[in-house]
């Protein structure tokens, strides 16, 4: 069953199912064993029914985290942070056994830009440097301003860099935060060894937007694992070819929110008569899947305020597409076909269930819940 068939029940759909496939560096190496995908192992350890099987080796000391967004800052949290005091969060079970026999050590996170360019968030970084028995370490470049005359997010991104590097009374691991690093290459035979990186260099260091050209000169890191998170993109769901919506670079293509069947320059793709912008009837999209993987919750919620007005303004105009058609509308009628074909629609009822059952089992081990990874496991709660 495909998306086109919501169009038989719904009068509007809002796509904002988000960019969840992880961009690739296209590098040599990348295929090589030990190097994972971060938005991979960050659906292992929490729980996604479809990335409970993957395989993480945590055999090596040295971990390369290639990326400065806030997924690979908490890939080096899960990878720094003492198994005891995970143990007391919603993490999974599998996960917390398996980082219980982690032996990284070394966890170095590597970005192609500057300190003022990296898009982690203060709140993430904080987190990161007050992780207990972990020594917190980074280079500044000499010519970095004043924080006072930066925007506010890098003014206190630089604070609490500067503030950061400290040793303390016991060091177990160490978390080590480099710029203007470029990856060029994976070493190693079958296994990565190492990482290649060009230096970069910014062509206007005290500009949080400036770009970065390289230098030629190269350094290498060691590396028994590599985690990459440089960005996400979107996956087209089943059925939207009936729409003809193709995604554009990751993203669908939209007009404030209004999906449409050809993309604009902003997108990157001109196709003969690309002006016309035209709108598929009552299909909207929020988010990441309208925007690329960008911003943070309030500019996630910007976007959505931004859809929803469009949706109103189509329906004050008396827009066709939004007047109802069908006898079976909505939920009952989409249920129904769903049993048709030996589907399990499961209703909010159905949720409530499997969270109290999720909070039950959690409560057992002192955790806020132990969550279920078996969708089969899921059904079958509901049914008792």
């Known amino acids: 069953m495909g998306v086109d068939v919501l169009r038989r029940y719904y009068d509007a759909v809002v796509f904002a199912y988000g960019a969840s496939r992880t961009r690739k560096l296209g590098i040599p190496g990348e295929e090589m064993e030990g190097v994972y995908s971060a938005g991979d192992f960050v659906g292992w ?10 395989k993480f080796k945590l055999e090596g000391e040295n971990a390369v985290i290639i990326g400065h967004g806030n997924v690979a800052l908490d890939v080096a949290r899960i990878l720094l942070t003492p198994t005891d005091i995970l143990a007391k969060t919603d993490i999974t079970s599998y996960a917390l056994e398996e980082l219980k026999r982690s032996q990284v050590k070394n966890v170095t996170i590597v970005g192609r830009r500057g300190v003022l360019q990296a898009s982690f968030t203060v709140k993430e970084l904080r987190e990161l440097t007050n992780i207990p028995n972990v020594k917190f370490n980074t280079t500044l470049p000499s010519d970095l301003p004043e924080p006072k005359s930066l925007p506010r997010v890098q003014q206190r991104i630089v ?8 040793i303390p009374a016991t060091v177990d691991k160490t978390c080590t935060i480099k710029f203007l690093l470029n990856p060029t290459r994976f070493i190693g035979d079958t296994h990565v ?9 910014l062509v206007e260091p005290i500009n949080p937007a400036s770009k970065i050209i390289a230098t030629g000169d190269h350094v290498q890191l060691k590396a028994d694992l590599v985690f990459t998170s440089i960005g996400y993109t979107a996956i087209p769901l089943n059925g939207m070819s009936a729409l003809h919506v193709d995604l554009i670079r990751g993203v669908i293509p939209n007009n404030a929110g209004r999906v449409i069947t050809t993309a604009t320059k902003d997108f990157g793709y001109v196709d003969g008569d690309a002006a016309m912008k035209e709108q598929v009837p009552g299909m909207y999209c929020s988010g990441w899947v309208k925007t690329g993987p960008t911003g943070m919750i309030a500019t996630t919620m910007l976007s959505a305020f931004e859809t929803g007005d469009s949706l109103v303004q189509d329906w004050n105009e008396g827009k066709e597409f939004l007047e109802p058609q069908a006898t079976e509308k909505g939920w009952e009628g989409l249920k129904q076909e769903i049993q048709s074909i030996g589907g399990n629609p499961v209703e909010w009822t159905g949720w409530k269930q499997i969270e109290k059952e999720e909070n039950k089992r959690g409560s057992k081990v002192g955790k806020e819940r132990e969550k279920m990874v078996d969708i089969q496991e899921m059904l079958d709660t509901i049914k008792t």
């Open 159 to 166: 604070q609490l860099l500067k503030k950061a590097p400290f």
């Open 45 to 54: 350890y929490n729980g996604l029914p479809s990335h409970r099987d993957r």
């Open 193 to 201: 060894t190492e990482v290649d990186f060009e230096r970069q260099q």
